[in-house]
């Protein structure tokens, strides 16, 4: 029987802890409230173990065009997740190209195979940035902070970089972004852009108001990062 409280751990990255709950619109309300006094206990907690630190609502993207499901307007609505953040996660991306090829015009069909998938990527892209969903949640009751869109899975950290430094993005304190950052030691291109924006950027500002000598501004780096 499907448990929320169930940890999923992967070898690859074991400080990275996942705790799925079912798709609510095969679910009860039973579930439902599960679910709900799950994310109120563990946002909550003082206990760091047990605590959750974000959460990835996924919605799948093969059907673009479809409404806002109950199921969404439930969760927006009805589940407060406090000062933990909500990313909403639009999956299958990569299947809008099928849609894209099937909305290509007679005369596009008669092109060679490869302008004809330029252009059905250009559809999709269209289909994409059409998406309502994301505009329609913003109005609900407790919205998501922070929205990303997941394509070419199949490439290596394709996707997930972006998803995790939307995560970093959307977490509204300092303490756990250094936390998140720091289980990500095989994402060393997420590493050096967040110890970028947090301590290089400050400096180089500083010289630029105040004019420091260079000698003093390296020092001060060397100070912030240790």
């Known amino acids: ?14 400080n990275f802890i996942f705790h799925d709950s079912q798709g609510f619109e095969a679910g009860s309300i039973g579930e439902f409230e599960q679910m709900k006094e799950f994310v109120s206990e563990r946002a909550k907690t ?11 609502y996924c919605i799948p993207m093969d059907q673009y065009h479809r409404a806002v499901l109950a199921a969404e307007e439930k969760f927006f609505n009805e589940c407060d ?7 909403l996660v639009f999956t299958k991306c990569d299947a809008l190209l099928i849609q894209g090829m099937a909305a290509l015009t007679p005369e596009e ?3 060679p195979q490869e302008r004809k ?18 505009e329609r949640v913003q109005k609900m009751m407790y919205p998501p902070n922070a ?12 996707g997930c970089g972006l998803l995790l430094k939307r995560t ?13 950052v720091t289980t990500q030691h095989t994402n060393m291109l997420l590493c050096i852009e967040y110890a970028f924006r947090r301590f290089l950027i400050p400096v180089i500002k500083a010289i630029h108001k105040n ?3 260079l000698r003093d501004t390296a020092q001060q780096i060397v100070v912030e990062c240790k």
């Open 46 to 56: 003082t206990y760091l173990k047990r605590r959750i630190h974000a959460i990835w």
């Open 147 to 158: 929205y990303v869109e997941l394509r070419e899975l199949h490439k290596s950290n394709e």
């Open 117 to 134: 998938i330029v252009i059905g990527k250009q559809n999709a892209e269209r289909m994409l940035k059409g998406n309502p969903t994301w």
């Open 168 to 180: 970093v993005g959307a977490l509204n304190e300092e303490a756990l972004q250094m936390l998140l």
């Open 109 to 111: 069909e008669k092109l």
């Open 211 to 213: 004019k420091e000598p």
């Open 81 to 87: 997740t406090g000062s933990v953040p909500v990313v």
């Open 1 to 14: 029987m499907h448990n929320i409280k169930n940890e999923l751990v992967f070898r690859s990255n074991p």
